[in-house]
């Protein structure tokens, strides 16, 4: 069965800092990969998808994650964080043929000092 | 608004009480989830529909736990007896089945309180 693995609940980082968000997953098939953000009582929100084509992908607000096979990765980066980017990060995967149904992990709270 | 809305946005209720909650999907989207989220965790799958057939039920979803989606339009998800393990926000999420692609729509989510 699939599987998500973030690493970290909780990062820290400075404002104008580079952000890292690791996230590792298990399928014995190649999966589509997901990280959605959440900010405080609200609902989860699309940041970016990897499905097929290029391993590099860009979201929304400046973010990209880029889709390693042989390390099962899907990091999400960002190169300059800022305070509004502080929120719950979750990584997901869906399997296809499997009714779009996503699998989260754990989740990553990001927090951005001034 | 064209979004996913859920209600009631917030639920308390005693230990034993029967609550129910409201999804209204994107009106174009044929499937739709119902995820719980425990504080400090991830959404755990529940269930999820395709029109009106209720296609994959988690373990998750005790016999306590009952959804439906009557007219393919908007579903409910009722909980009976209710336990405090039951406190969790519980998420709804509609999609248009495009290649099972997996992207989601989610709404705000109902948080419930059992006391």
């Known amino acids: 069965a699939q599987s998500v693995t973030q690493l970290g609940s909780h990062v820290s980082v400075s404002e104008g800092a580079l952000v890292l968000l690791r996230c590792n997953y298990s399928?014995?098939?190649?999966?589509?990969l997901f990280w959605y953000v959440q900010y405080p009582n609200q609902g989860l929100q699309l940041l970016l998808k990897y499905t097929t084509g290029a391993t590099l992908v860009k979201g929304i607000n400046g973010f990209e994650a880029e889709f390693k096979k042989s390390e099962t990765s899907f990091h999400l980066t960002k190169p300059s964080a800022h305070m509004s980017d502080a929120a719950e990060y979750f990584c997901?995967?869906?399997?296809?043929?499997?009714?779009?149904?996503?699998?989260f992990g754990q989740g990553t709270e990001l927090s951005v000092k001034p | 608004d064209t979004g996913v809305s859920q209600n009631p946005r917030h639920k308390i209720t005693k230990r034993g009480q029967n609550v129910t909650f409201r999804c209204d999907p994107i009106?174009?989207?044929?499937?739709l989830y119902w995820y719980r989220q425990t504080l400090g965790q991830g959404p755990e799958f529940l269930t999820y529909?395709?029109?009106?057939?209720?296609?994959?039920k988690s373990r998750l979803l005790s016999d306590r736990f009952s959804a439906e989606r009557p007219k393919g339009s908007f579903s409910t998800l009722e909980i009976q007896r209710t336990e405090q393990g039951d406190s969790a926000m519980y998420l709804c999420?509609?999609?248009?089945?495009?290649?099972?692609?997996?992207?989601?729509?989610f709404g705000e989510g109902s948080r419930l309180t059992v006391l």
């Open positions: 997901a995967v869906c399997l296809y043929n499997q009714g779009g149904k996503l699998i």
């Open positions: 399928s014995s098939v190649p999966p589509y």
């Open positions: 999420a509609s999609s248009f089945r495009a290649g099972d692609t997996g992207e989601l729509f």
């Open positions: 529909f395709q029109n009106e057939a209720q296609l994959e």
């Open positions: 009106s174009e989207h044929n499937r």
